[in-house]
T-cell receptor, first 112, second 114 residues
Framework: GNSVTQMEGPVTLSEEAFLTINCTYTATGYPSLFWYVQYPGEGLQLLLKATKADDKGSNKGFEATYRKETTSFHLEKGSVQVSDSAVYFCALGKAAGNKLTFGGGTRVLVKP | DTAVSQTPKYLVTQMGNDKSIKCEQNLGHDTMYWYKQDSKKFLKIMFSYNNKELIINETVPNRFSPKSPDKAHLNLHINSLELGDSAVYFC?????????????FGPGTRLTVL
């Protein structure tokens, strides 16, 4: 079946540091890949997505590239802010109304 | 102009009670979902409806019964609540296509069973 593995947190960084959160997946066919973010006390927000191999999703300074050869979709941001403190979820989904399969989430804490 | 809304936001109740959580989306999507997030933040699909028809029913106790009166609404009724039902329940919706299935989530309902 489908599965998503992402690095366990918490990840603690200083402001303006570089952030990488690793995500690898197992799936049949060609899933879409997503990063969702959950700020404290809030629901999940879509951060970025990629629907095919070599696509790069980007939003709010975050980027992730769909790498089929390594089955990965690592999230990166060059300079984090305190406001980026949240839990980040990697997910994969197949088309046509299918469910999303989530990784376990990675808590990121950015200190001033 | 909230896209996916849920009520209530918080729900505290005693074991054995029956409760409902409501979800509405104004995105015009055909598909809606319920997910459960446990205390360790792990998210798992429970149900999915497409245009009022059940299409995904994961291994969920039959005390949980979803109902979709129309494609903009998906409610979750839980009978005989147990301590282990305490979690955050998220509703989501999407308009699936051949290329993608981006899902949009509601703010969540935090259920606490005492």
């Amino acid at each position: 079946g489908n599965s998503v593995t992402q690095m366990e947190g918490p990840v603690t960084l200083s402001e303006e540091a570089f952030l990488t959160i690793n995500c690898t997946y197992t799936a049949t066919g060609y899933p879409s890949l997503f990063w969702y973010v959950q700020y404290p006390g809030e629901g999940l927000q879509l951060l970025l997505k990629a629907t095919k191999a070599d696509d790069k999703g980007s939003n709010k300074g975050f980027e992730a590239t769909y790498r089929k050869e390594t089955t990965s979709f690592h999230l990166e941001k060059g300079s984090v802010q305190v406001s980026d403190s949240a839990v980040y979820f990697c997910a994969l989904g197949k088309a046509a109304g299918n469910k999303l399969t989530f990784g376990g989430g990675t808590r990121v804490l950015v200190k001033p | 102009d909230t896209a996916v809304s849920q009520t209530p936001k918080y729900l505290v109740t005693q074991m054995g009670n029956d409760k409902s959580i409501k979800c509405e989306q104004n995105l015009g999507h055909d598909t809606m979902y319920w997910y459960k997030q446990d205390s360790k933040k792990f998210l798992k699909i429970m149900f999915s409806y497409n245009n009022k028809e059940l299409i995904i029913n994961e291994t969920v106790p039959n005390r949980f019964s979803p109902k979709s009166p129309d494609k903009a609404h998906l409610n979750l009724h839980i009978n005989s609540l147990e301590l282990g039902d305490s979690a955050v329940y998220f509703c989501a919706s999407s308009q699936p296509s051949a290329r993608s299935n981006t899902q949009y989530f509601g703010p969540g309902t935090r259920l606490t069973v005492l």
